[in-house]
């Protein structure tokens, strides 16, 4: 069986430069990924259908699904014929900043296209990734890149200084709507990222989302604190949260830090990986 990560997003940092009429708003981002996340697989079938398991999977639709989306554009743009019988290991929390159902959806396009040897090109993946989402084509890459406009313009970052870095990220089992979260940001445009090397400018940089989200979901200023007494090189939330994360220069940094955030905190949900 055939089978694809669909790799956790951080949002390293996440300027909102401004909100636009169409309901999205322009930002500037560095998205960065983990290489723990979801997984799915596929095996030959009639027609396209969805299993959907794991710890994160009750309540999620099998027939209202990105997943399905995605495998029907792919499809469409193949020949319409095309079967798969998908299953989908929800390992990452839902509504939690981190790409989950974009990173699912990009996982579906990758694995699909494979698949069913269809051969299609990144640029050719990408027009079908980008009605599905804002995030879906950076997730479709799945490496480093930094993201413009609604984040859907994206620049390859080429010898970033994450490789060898490690991340932890930390949810509080709370979820939080994107769009309450967008929609509660002040409008006031706090200037651009910084260019350069990623590292430094990520450091440098903030996310506009994180002060309304803290101010919707208070446990976040717990977390945030948490993560800060173990002296990260970067702290804070990811995308619209609720997960946050802290980036390390080793992986016994992180580990240490998840045995505090959950002997302080018990009930939270920890992931810890590398950056791809």
Same mark, same amino acid.
């Given at each position: 069986?055939?089978?694809?990560?669909?790799?956790?997003?951080?949002?390293?940092?996440?300027?909102?430069?401004?909100?636009?009429?169409?309901?999205?708003?322009? $930002?500037?981002?560095?998205?960065?990924?983990?290489?723990?996340?979801?997984?799915?697989?596929? +095996?030959?079938?009639?027609?396209?259908?969805?299993?959907?398991?794991?710890?994160?999977?009750?309540?999620?639709?099998?027939?209202?699904?990105?997943?399905?989306?995605?495998?029907?554009?792919?499809?469409?743009?193949?020949?319409?014929?095309?079967?798969?019988?998908?299953?989908?290991?929800?390992?990452?929390?839902?509504?939690?900043? $981190?790409?989950?159902? #974009?990173?699912?959806?990009?996982?579906?396009?990758?694995?699909? /296209?494979?698949?069913?040897?269809?051969?299609?090109?990144?640029?050719?993946?990408?027009? $079908?990734?980008?009605?599905?989402?804002?995030?879906?084509?950076? %997730?479709?890459?799945?490496?480093?890149?930094?993201?413009?406009?609604?984040?859907?313009?994206?620049?390859?970052?080429?010898?970033?200084?994450?490789?060898? %870095?490690?991340?932890?990220?930390? /949810?509080?089992?709370?979820?939080?709507?994107?769009?309450?979260?967008?929609?509660?940001?002040?409008?006031?445009?706090?200037?651009?990222? +910084?260019?350069?090397?990623?590292? *430094?400018?990520?450091?440098?940089?903030?996310?506009?989302?994180?002060? *309304?989200? !803290?101010?919707? !979901?208070? $446990?976040?200023?717990? !977390?945030?604190?948490?993560?800060?007494?173990?002296? *990260?090189?970067?702290?804070?939330?990811?995308?619209?949260?609720?997960?946050?994360?802290?980036?390390?220069?080793?992986?016994?940094?992180?580990?240490?830090?998840?045995?505090?955030?959950? #002997?302080?905190?018990?009930?939270?949900?920890?992931?810890?990986?590398?950056?791809?």
């Amino acid at each position: 069986m055939d089978s694809e990560t669909a790799y956790a997003k951080v949002n390293l940092a996440l300027h909102v430069r401004n909100r636009l009429p169409d309901g999205y708003h322009e $930002i500037e981002t560095i998205f960065a990924f983990l290489d723990q996340g979801d997984r799915l697989s596929v +095996a030959p079938g009639e027609g396209i259908g969805l299993e959907i398991e794991g710890p994160f999977a009750e309540g999620l639709s099998a027939t209202d699904n990105l997943v399905l989306r995605a495998a029907d554009r792919l499809a469409a743009l193949a020949d319409g014929k095309r079967g798969a019988r998908l299953r989908l290991d929800k390992r990452l929390p839902v509504a939690s900043g $981190i790409g989950g159902g #974009s990173a699912d959806a990009a996982a579906t396009l990758r694995l699909l /296209n494979r698949f069913w040897g269809l051969d299609l090109s990144s640029d050719a993946l990408a027009e $079908i990734a980008a009605p599905l989402g804002a995030d879906v084509p950076a %997730c479709l890459v799945s490496h480093t890149c930094r993201g413009t406009g609604i984040g859907q313009d994206l620049t390859m970052i080429t010898g970033d200084d994450l490789r060898d %870095c490690t991340v932890l990220l930390v /949810n509080p089992l709370v979820p939080v709507s994107t769009a309450a979260i967008f929609a509660a940001w002040d409008g006031i445009d706090r200037g651009p990222l +910084a260019q350069g090397d990623i590292l *430094p400018a990520a450091q440098s940089g903030r996310n506009d989302l994180q002060q *309304p989200a !803290v101010t919707l !979901v208070p $446990i976040l200023t717990d !977390v945030l604190a948490l993560l800060e007494e173990c002296q *990260p090189l970067i702290g804070r939330m990811s995308g619209s949260g609720a997960t946050c994360f802290a980036v390390f220069d080793s992986m016994d940094a992180a580990e240490r830090a998840e045995q505090h955030c959950r #002997s302080a905190m018990g009930e939270i949900w920890t992931m810890r990986g590398r950056f791809r």
